[in-house]
């Protein structure tokens, strides 16, 4: 008896092979997302970590007030915790390529054992290309070359100190030839930093012999710790076992020591916020993705039993078991879900993980990525397909399995004739012909198929309009950032013992060909803030001039666009922080002083801002809350020619100035953030794309059970002389009016699901954009009603091949 079930149900899975093909699919394509979504971010941290391990990346990094001698080294290395130490130093130096002036970053290789197994060869570089330099005046320089120029191995690079100080002082030999082309853990971005000479801004680094530089004492000490490498560097776990060492290591020093971590690496901290992003939007997204096929699963299962209550009365009839029967439907969504599932997880771990990081190759040098077998992602999304795909078929089955047998074996009895709504409206009935009130009838008459259709294609049309809305929100971010609230162009840093008089000078002697059309004085601070809720990390900027200040930044409200002013009795916080600490205007927050001192201040205005948090203050407040005399150490500036050549020049001729510690541009950010964006961009595509192929599933899988469980009727309809193309257009046009609402609500369900996710998915310090673009609500609906004409066309050949004696089947 259980082997003729079996069969019974291995016949049924070939006759409507269809069906078991699109739960398969729908499946796969829940399974796939979810799990290979979710495995992203914890594949791009298991892959940094090894390469971090691989490659000897520091644990810390020690910098000193004085430089570190052989006494120093010492005492460090009687640190009883310490696996690895490399005293060593780098540099900042000017070369000129193809008439190209930039700026490199020189750092030291130790003298001798280059060896892989040796564990004071801390941030090894991985050879590219070429080999190690194993004689004076050899380097190797990063992957990439310099973006200014290109740079071969055999390409000579000639150096300057780009001060008044004579190279020789620092190294020995003032040209290196290139014998190498590395990458190293220390470097993961593009971006290499800021720099005091030059440009301002660090093109590449090289490395070189220690031999080749002259040597006082080491401006710092690279240190591994024991056991480090056994955790996970983006883990809380491995922040918590380096926290002792990093504590004790402060006190060594006769002079003042800074110890600084992984997260004073700008790639380090670049990297996990990236993971974090990707992990922050595969929160939501999966999640409803799956819900949805899970949705269109159910129902399918559901519409498949109802189908075959004649074959479940007669399997009763003939004395098998309720669990028998069910058996055989139970058995029929298993091997659908179990296989949708078992391909789900192979595709999913494998093909989401490698593009996705494939798409951030272009800001990280990276290796391979490495692939984890994640069983808790894999275990949740096979359970949950197989439970929600054999209880859907369970429970219709225990439903149908009620009646007796006599009533089983004859088609349910037709619902009682009612009328709708649109009949009770004469004016609007009256003029429909009989096709239209057909549809009008079927629409509105048969409710649960109704809400089904209606609801699955919803979800569908609500995912590709998050996934484009997402689109909006990211790139909003730049758009908004750099073309809206920041109004100035360049930051500049002076040194404590600059007042405001000689700041001025040094802008007005640097700009006297009219660079520079407007500047203001601003002090900055960095501080936490915290309210009854939260705490968080901030940086107060004030300004000398208040009334002047939104010529630099536009201070105004996100939703209604009126000008915040900075007012003498309170602070303007951004808007990402108030939301974080949950305050509104005219609640009260904590500025925490050092010495745990806190000092309450009122919200006087909430300001539009997307990148970083900030507070906002006149220097009278200021000058109340930390009894200090104010200090403006920065200047912002507005630039009549905004190219990479004139900002290049400005930057260069203001750091010759001494009194200069730092010039930046918005430029730099904006590009920076572009290219962030553009890597996300690819994850979100991804999600387009996937969210494409669910439609277009959950269209067919919806469109072919509506078929099949009306085939009676579209074979009586043939019967009554109906053509193809009018069977056709009696089908479709309660499909597309099916689709039409399906669509519209999808649209609505779409701008909730979108705020949702960005809600979730913003990171501490940055607020993406809220309002979805016009153009993707119409890609959005075009998609989805271009999926449904598709479904239409295929089905259009399974209408025409129905036979009109399936009609005289009915024992009525």
């Known amino acids: 008896m259980k082997n003729a079930l079996l069969k019974d149900t291995f016949r049924e899975i070939k006759k409507s092979f269809g069906r078991f093909v699109s739960i398969f699919a729908i499946v796969t394509l829940g399974v796939a997302f979810f799990a290979g979504i979710k495995a ?7 892959t940094a970590d090894k390469y971090y391990d691989d490659y000897n990346f520091m644990d810390l990094r020690l910098l000193s007030t004085l430089g570190f001698n052989e006494n120093d080294i010492d005492k460090i290395k009687k640190y009883g915790n310490i696996e690895g130490i490399f005293p060593t130093s780098s540099m900042d130096v000017l070369t000129t390529i193809n008439n190209n002036e930039l700026v490199l970053k020189i750092h030291a290789l130790p003298k001798n054992n280059l060896s892989n197994d040796n564990k004071d060869y801390i941030n090894r570089p991985k050879i590219v290309e070429g080999r190690l330099p194993e004689n004076p005046g050899e380097c190797v320089i990063g992957k990439g070359d310099i973006r200014e120029a290109d740079v071969k191995i055999g390409s000579k690079l000639k150096i300057t100190s780009g001060t008044n100080d004579d190279i020789s002082k620092s190294f020995k030999i003032d040209e290196f030839q290139v014998v190498g082309i590395v990458e190293t853990p220390y470097y993961l971005t593009f971006e290499k930093g800021t720099s005091n000479i030059g440009n301002g801004r660090v093109s590449n680094f090289i490395m070189v012999s220690e031999k080749d530089m002259e040597i006082d004492c080491y401006k710092e000490v690279l240190i591994t710790i024991k056991d480090a490498k056994k955790l996970n560097s983006f883990n809380k776990k491995y922040e918590d076992f380096i926290l002792p060492s990093k504590n004790s290591l402060e006190d060594i020093g006769e002079s003042k020591w800074y110890v600084l971590d992984r997260n004073s690496n700008y790639s380090f901290v670049d990297y996990d916020g990236s993971a974090d992003r990707v992990s922050a939007i595969a929160q939501v997204f999966p999640l409803f993705f799956f819900l949805v096929a899970a949705l269109v699963c159910l129902t399918t299962m559901t519409r498949m039993v109802d189908e075959q209550r004649i074959n479940i009365g007669t399997l009763k009839a003939l004395g098998y078991s309720k669990l028998a029967i069910a058996s055989k439907y139970i058995l029929y969504a298993a091997f659908a879900s179990i296989g949708g ?13 490698i593009v996705i990081v494939d798409a951030y190759s272009m800001l990280y040098t990276l290796p391979p990525v490495i692939l984890k077998f994640d069983v808790l992602y894999a275990s949740i999304a096979t359970l949950s397909a197989v439970l929600i795909t054999t209880l859907a078929a369970f429970l219709a089955c225990n439903k149908e399995l009620i009646e007796m047998p006599s009533l089983l074996m004859r088609p349910k009895a037709p619902k009682e004739g009612k009328r709708i709504l649109l009949e009770r409206i004469p004016f609007i009935w009256n003029r429909f012909n009989f096709s239209k ?15 089904m259709t209606v609801i699955g294609i919803a979800g569908c049309t609500a995912l590709l309009l998050a996934g484009f809305g997402i689109k909006d929100s990211i790139e909003a971010i730049v758009e908004k950032q750099f073309g809206e609230v920041y109004k100035y162009n360049m930051t500049i840093g002076f040194d404590s013992n600059t007042d405001m008089q000689n700041q001025e000078e040094i802008i007005k002697e640097v700009s006297k060909n009219g660079e520079i059309t407007d500047y203001t004085s601003i002090k900055t601070k960095n501080v936490d803030v915290s309210s009854d809720e939260a705490t968080e990390a901030v940086t107060i900027i004030v300004p000398k001039y208040k009334n002047e200040f939104n010529n630099f930044i536009d201070l105004k409200s996100r939703k209604n666009k009126e000008e915040v002013e900075i007012q003498e009795d309170g602070i303007i916080l951004t808007e990402k922080a108030a939301k974080q600490l949950k305050v509104r205007i005219g609640d009260t927050i904590y500025i925490d002083k050092e010495e745990n001192e806190k000092v309450p201040v009122k919200i006087r205005g909430i300001s539009e801002q997307y990148v970083m948090n900030y507070v906002y203050m006149t220097d009278n407040l200021y000058e109340k809350i930390f009894k200090e005399e104010i200090k403006f150490n920065k200047m912002f500036a507005i630039l009549a020619d905004k190219s990479k050549e004139s900002e290049d020049k400005l930057s260069k001729d203001i750091l010759k100035e001494s009194k200069v510690t730092s010039v930046s ?9 572009k290219e962030t964006i553009s890597s996300l961009n690819y994850v979100v595509l991804i999600m387009i794309i996937s969210a494409g192929a669910l439609a277009f599933v959950v269209l067919y899988n919806l469109t072919n059970v509506n078929i099949s469980e009306r085939i009676r009727e579209i074979a009586t309809i043939k019967v009554l002389g109906f053509y193809d193309n009018e069977v056709s257009a009696y ?24 705020k949702f996710i960005m809600i979730t998915a913003e990171p501490d310090n940055m607020m993406f954009g809220r309002n979805i673009d016009f153009m993707s609500f119409l890609y959005a609906s075009i998609l989805t009603l271009a999926f449904a004409s598709i479904v239409n066309f295929v089905m259009y050949f399974k209408l025409k091949k129905t036979p009109m004696v399936e009609s005289l089947k009915s024992v009525d």
């Open 731 to 754: 089908v479709y046009r309660e499909n597309f009016v099916l689709t039409f609402i399906g669509t519209l609500t999808g649209l609505g369900l779409g701008v909730l699901l979108h």
């Open 437 to 451: 009130k057909v549809t009008a009838r079927n629409i509105f008459r048969y409710k649960k198929r109704f809400f």
């Open 341 to 353: 599932s078992i391909a789900g997880i192979a595709i999913g771990f494998t093909v989401f993980p």
């Open 665 to 673: 541009f918005n430029s730099l950010s904006e590009n920076s953030f």
């Open 40 to 46: 992203a971010a914890p594949d791009m941290r298991i």
